[in-house]
């Protein structure tokens, strides 16, 4: 029997023994060395030649992520390793470091249990770092630390032993912040970061070696002997005594959670089911046998296998052939065939049980964040994965030859479902479609994906994404409907900071709210207690609330009035851009007895124009996203990059210094990013590190305001002003 052979077998024993599986991640900044790292993981599974470990760079396997040399796509990979005489199966997800792909961490974070956080131990916690560590622990995923490129420490910044020790120090300590601030209350402790008990590692992915305390115990290898072999340049050697995925692995096993431990806290929090239900324990015990409930977390599609749906089975047992039934769409497929990763490749195993994760062809429809269970089972469906970023950048796109438009619209419909953070518009009336995406790079990677699927497409130049809200306050606003029988009376203000802050951060979750269930949420965030009892909707960061009393009919068009002043927020009066940050009170209203007279065509109109008038009446101004801009660059150009950004409406944030090199911390609105990457390479001579994220929304300047609302209307084939007040409650 082959190796490779041997170990499906192996797979598909262990499957079924939730204790010796690990799900993880492996998470960091751009250019750290995830893929570096998985690559020796898979050569110590014998899936790769230890030779190229390093260099292959296995699970970057896209003609994009290998051109490029970074990671696009999450990519997983299921593979055994032996540890003290048992083997563990462990399915492993190396995920994009690149801000603009941020989605697929998050996601990933939804499949697995625990993560390997790799820091560059030159450039320490950088900001992606910060924001992936905060992914995994908003899902409950428990972290370890592995610090690598130690070897460039010694070899090229020429650390001495106090300043490596210093270093290490303050890398750990900045985990530990974050650990603390965010990891669940009963873990804070546990979880942290502790260079004694082996769930901190040190190493070089590059060099193929790794080292913790208790493989120094164990080996009698020190610090002191490290700093001999990569003085030496004989680092091969330390590879051979030490090598990487022993130590990475034996970390895993002993400090990262098998799904038979994790399901237990982490179903809770991500399941909004009841627990003690038979499908609540079935999860909880990670019990094969119980009612299916598997959590979609990324669908790709396969040009011979069709849509792939990648998942994480909670409960249950998928089983080839059978039948699957989706909660959230209500469809329903047959699935062809299940199994698990290897990388590029698919292993078939007919069947998954709880605790991995699947693989399922023949998962026609699914989308990520979908739950599937048997059919005919009815069971709840998981929380919705909340996106940390959101797309801030459009282009339009238009197929070269007219012939392809049918087979275009199909093609933008896959890339939506193949990433829920690019958001896709197919305009009827003006034939316009829009795809809008987290940065430049995340645009250029979808239209190369579009010309990938069969259709020649030519894009516009980028476009930013704005947002309306208001600055001032209106109403009562009347806003009538089209038969003049139906009248409601709306007050509008800002939202207030704390509250607008807490759904920025996805502590208070979009939806219409049933019965009283989120009072106190609310006024933990400083809403009145009258108000936090009659909220009825929480909407693109908005808030619909019902302050009335005693009006006759009103439940019966309570959805209409929600439906209204939903449509009101996707596109505003100012500038048909979303709207946020808004506090809709519903005052009174009128309503005609009859149910004929009080329709949707009636209803619908009659919100919308309220909610348009008392914009309208409020201030009306725009938001425009920003950037925070980070740049790592030697002293002596310190000067010619914060020009940089002052040219660019940037405000200088922080500044901080160590050794010959300066870190500069900004904010840039996104509009003047573009062409930043070229420019900042000259300004510094090439000799700087640059990273961005997404810092929200904030006012545009009062002096932009008229020019840019003009520009967008322009382009959206609006008159050049919005309309006033009284053209939507005259």
Not at 465 to 482: C, N
């Given at each position: 029997m082959s190796r490779r052979s041997k170990m499906i077998e192996k797979i598909k024993d262990l499957m079924y023994q939730p204790e010796y599986i690990r799900n993880i991640g492996i998470?960091?900044?751009?250019?750290?060395?995830?893929?570096?790292?998985?690559?020796n993981l898979l050569a110590g599974a014998g899936m790769i030649s230890s030779e190229l470990a390093g260099d292959q760079r296995f699970l970057d396997f896209d003609e994009q992520e290998q051109a490029r040399g970074i990671t696009i796509d999450a990519a997983n990979v299921s593979m055994v390793h032996q540890y003290k005489d048992q083997e563990y199966l462990i399915n492993l997800i190396d995920t994009p470091g690149h801000v603009d792909f941020g989605g697929d961490v998050t996601r990933a974070m939804r499949a697995v249990d625990g993560a390997v956080v790799v820091v560059c131990a030159v450039e320490g916690i950088m900001p992606q770092t910060e924001t992936?560590?905060?992914?995994?622990?908003?899902?409950?995923?428990?972290?370890?630390?592995?610090?690598?490129?130690?070897?460039?420490?010694?070899?090229?910044?020429?650390?001495?032993?106090?300043?490596?020790?210093?270093?290490?120090?303050?890398?750990?300590?900045?985990?530990?912040?974050?650990?603390?601030?965010?990891?669940?209350?009963?873990?804070?402790?546990?979880?942290?970061?502790?260079?004694?008990?082996?769930?901190?590692?040190?190493?070089?992915?590059?060099?193929?070696?790794?080292i913790n305390v208790p493989i120094m115990q164990k080996t009698g290898i020190t610090f002191k002997d490290i700093f001999q072999y990569c003085r030496d340049d004989n680092q091969k050697e330390l590879a051979d005594k030490v090598p990487i995925h022993n130590v990475l692995l034996g970390m895993v096993v002993e400090h990262l959670p098998s799904p038979k431990v994790a399901q237990a806290y982490r179903v809770p929090n991500i399941w909004s089911g009841d627990i003690d239900t038979v499908e609540g324990q079935g999860m909880i015990s990670t019990d094969p046998d119980?009612?299916?409930?598997?959590?979609?977390?990324?669908?790709?599609i396969d040009k011979h296998a069709g849509e792939i749906a990648t998942g994480r089975v909670y409960g249950g047992t998928i089983k080839k052939g059978t039948e699957i039934f989706f909660?959230?769409?209500?469809?329903?497929?047959?699935?062809?065939?299940?199994?698990?990763?290897?990388?590029?490749?698919?292993?078939?195993?007919?069947?998954?049980?709880?605790?991995?994760?699947?693989?399922?062809?023949?998962?026609?429809?699914?989308?990520?964040?979908?739950?599937?269970?048997?059919?005919?089972?009815?069971?709840?469906?998981?929380?919705?994965?909340?996106?940390?970023?959101?797309?801030?950048?459009?282009?339009?796109?238009?197929?070269?030859?007219?012939?392809?438009?049918?087979?275009?619209?199909?093609?933008?419909?896959?890339?939506?479902?193949?990433?829920?953070?690019?958001?896709?518009?197919?305009?009827?009336?003006?034939?316009?479609?829009?795809?809008?995406?987290?940065?430049?790079?995340?645009?250029?990677?979808?239209?190369?994906?579009?010309?990938?699927?069969?259709v020649e497409i030519?894009?516009?130049?980028?476009?930013?994404?704005?947002?309306?809200?208001?600055?001032?306050?209106?109403?009562?606003?009347?806003?009538?409907?089209?038969?003049?029988?139906?009248?409601?009376?709306?007050?509008?203000?800002?939202?207030?900071?704390?509250?607008?802050?807490?759904?920025?951060?996805g502590d208070i979750k979009e939806g219409r709210v049933k019965g009283k269930e989120l009072t106190s949420t609310f006024t933990e965030y400083?809403?009145?207690?009258?108000?936090?009892?009659?909220?009825?909707?929480?909407?693109?960061?908005?808030?619909?609330?019902?302050?009335?009393?005693?009006?006759?009919?009103?439940?019966?068009?309570?959805?209409?009035?929600?439906?209204?002043?939903?449509?009101?927020?996707?596109?505003?009066?100012?500038?048909?851009?979303?709207?946020?940050?808004?506090?809709?009170?519903?005052?009174?209203?009128?309503?005609?007895?009859?149910?004929?007279?009080?329709?949707?065509?009636q209803v619908l109109p009659a919100i919308r124009k309220a909610v348009y008038g008392?914009?309208?009446?409020?201030?009306?101004?725009?938001?425009?996203?920003?950037?925070?801009?980070?740049?790592?660059?030697?002293?002596?150009?310190?000067?010619?990059?914060?020009?940089?950004?002052?040219?660019?409406?940037?405000?200088?944030?922080?500044?901080?210094?160590e050794g010959d090199m300066a870190t500069v911390e900004s904010k840039v609105p996104v509009a003047e990013m573009f062409g930043f990457?070229?420019?900042?390479?000259?300004?510094?001579?090439?000799?700087?590190?640059?990273?961005?994220?997404?810092?929200?929304?904030?006012?545009?300047?009062?002096?932009?305001?008229?020019t840019i609302i003009k520009e967008i209307r322009a382009r959206k084939g609006l008159s050049p002003e919005p309309y006033g007040p009284d053209h939507y409650i005259g």
């Open positions: 998470v960091a900044h751009i250019d750290h060395g995830k893929t570096t790292l998985s690559d992936v560590l905060r992914q995994a622990l908003k899902e409950n995923v428990r972290p370890v630390l592995f610090i690598n490129k130690v070897d460039r420490l010694i070899n090229e910044l020429k650390l001495g032993d106090d300043e490596l020790q210093q270093r290490f120090v303050k890398i750990i300590a900045s985990a530990n912040k974050l650990i603390r601030n965010m990891a669940p209350e009963e873990f804070k402790e546990e979880w942290l970061a502790r260079v004694e008990d082996g769930s901190v590692a040190f190493g070089s992915a590059y060099h193929n070696w790794a119980s009612p299916l409930a598997v959590m979609v977390t990324n669908v790709s909660v959230g769409s209500m469809g329903k497929a047959r699935t062809q065939q299940v199994g698990v990763y290897m990388g590029p490749e698919r292993i078939n195993t007919d069947n998954v049980p709880a605790g991995n994760i699947v693989a399922i062809t023949g998962a026609k429809n699914a989308i990520a964040g979908e739950t599937v269970t048997n059919y005919g089972t009815k069971i709840a469906p998981f929380e919705s994965i909340e996106h940390i970023s959101e797309p801030v950048v459009t282009v339009a796109v238009e197929a070269k030859n007219t012939k392809d438009l049918p087979k275009l619209i199909e093609v933008l419909r896959q890339v939506g479902k193949e990433d829920p953070t690019v958001r896709v518009e197919i305009n009827e009336e003006t034939g316009e479609h829009l795809i809008s995406g987290m940065g430049e790079l995340h645009l250029e990677i979808i239209a190369y994906r579009i010309n990938e699927k069969g030519e894009t516009s130049e980028p476009i930013v994404v704005y947002r309306e809200t208001i600055a001032g306050k209106a109403g009562p606003v009347e806003g009538k409907s089209p038969n003049k029988h139906n009248r409601f009376y709306l007050d509008i203000e800002p939202l207030e900071d704390k509250l607008f802050q807490a759904m920025q951060a400083g809403l009145p207690k009258d108000e936090a009892k009659k909220v009825w909707d929480v909407y693109k960061r908005s808030l619909f609330i019902n302050m009335t009393r005693g009006i006759q009919y009103l439940d019966e068009i309570k959805e209409l009035l929600l439906e209204g002043f939903e449509s009101a927020m996707e596109d505003g009066p100012v500038a048909r851009e979303k709207v946020m940050g808004l506090k809709i009170s519903l005052k009174d209203a009128k309503i005609h007895e009859d149910a004929v007279h009080r329709g949707p065509a008392s914009i309208m009446l409020a201030n009306p101004t725009l938001l425009e996203p920003i950037q925070k801009v980070f740049i790592n660059v030697p002293q002596d150009y310190m000067g010619a990059a914060t020009r940089e950004i002052q040219n660019r409406r940037g405000q200088i944030v922080d500044m901080s210094q990457a070229g420019d900042i390479r000259s300004a510094a001579e090439g000799r700087c590190l640059w990273s961005t994220e997404s810092a929200g929304f904030e006012r545009l300047p009062n002096e932009l305001q008229r």
